[in-house]
């Protein structure tokens, strides 16, 4: 019992030295662009906030001043939801990576926020739209610091720098993504359906894709380490 407890830390320093020894090869920058893919829905769907509003008030499911559901413009209160979102997310909530698991976490939030993006598509009354808002953000929160963790915890430390800065790049592309996106379909009616709702539907569907594309990724062996289970983390 004695002599494995004091190997475990030379096969953990083993196993971060084989992590960081490991090169460029296509396959890692396929994982790379697998997670950066993933980032660019997590933003479009953050960035989204202040295009679909202008769709919402002409609706009429959100009110201008004092009219709106808290006595403040609905918008503020969407862009506010969103962001207390992120704040509970990441602040109170991703920290349950370290005890689950970076792999299972981020898995669990990117089904979190893109269902509920689903539903939000499909509300009529602004409380709704608000208060889902709320719960993506949430998602959006523990997703975002977890797939960084993740990102770190996989990446060889020769090559993340290279990383990071290509996952950035990929990511922030959603930014004139989103406001393109929404510049077209907005102002349109598409069969029946306002066109704000596709630009939420198109974002939600696409974290579905995701959840299905990453749910051949391993756990992060770093973590497993942590657990102290090392077989795992070695294979």
Sequence with gaps: MSDSVAASP???RDLAAR?????????????IIL???GGFFELY???QTGY?????????IFHTGAQGVFGVSDQAAFASATFLGLFVGASLLSPYADRFGRRATFMFALIWYGAFSLLLAFQQQAEWVIFLRF?????????????DTYLTEWVPAHLR??????????QFLSVPAVALMSWWLVPQTIWGLS???????????????????????????????????YAQAGR
């Design 52 to 60: 679909i509003s202008t769709g919402l008030i002409a609706d009429g």
């Design 10 to 12: 030379i096969h953990a």
């Design 35 to 37: 997670l950066s893919l």
């Design 161 to 170: 720098t290279r990383a990071f800065a290509f996952a950035f790049f990929v």
């Design 135 to 147: 719960l993506v953000g949430v998602g959006l929160g523990i997703e975002l610091v977890t797939i």
């Design 45 to 47: 769907d953050l960035f």
């Design 19 to 31: 992590i960081d020894a490991l090169p460029a090869s296509a396959g890692l920058w396929r994982f």
């Design 195 to 229: 066109g704000w709702r596709y630009v939420v539907i198109a974002g939600a569907l696409a974290s579905l894709v995701i959840w299905l594309v990453r749910k051949g990724l391993p756990e992060s062996p770093r973590w497993l380490v942590q657990q102290r289970r």
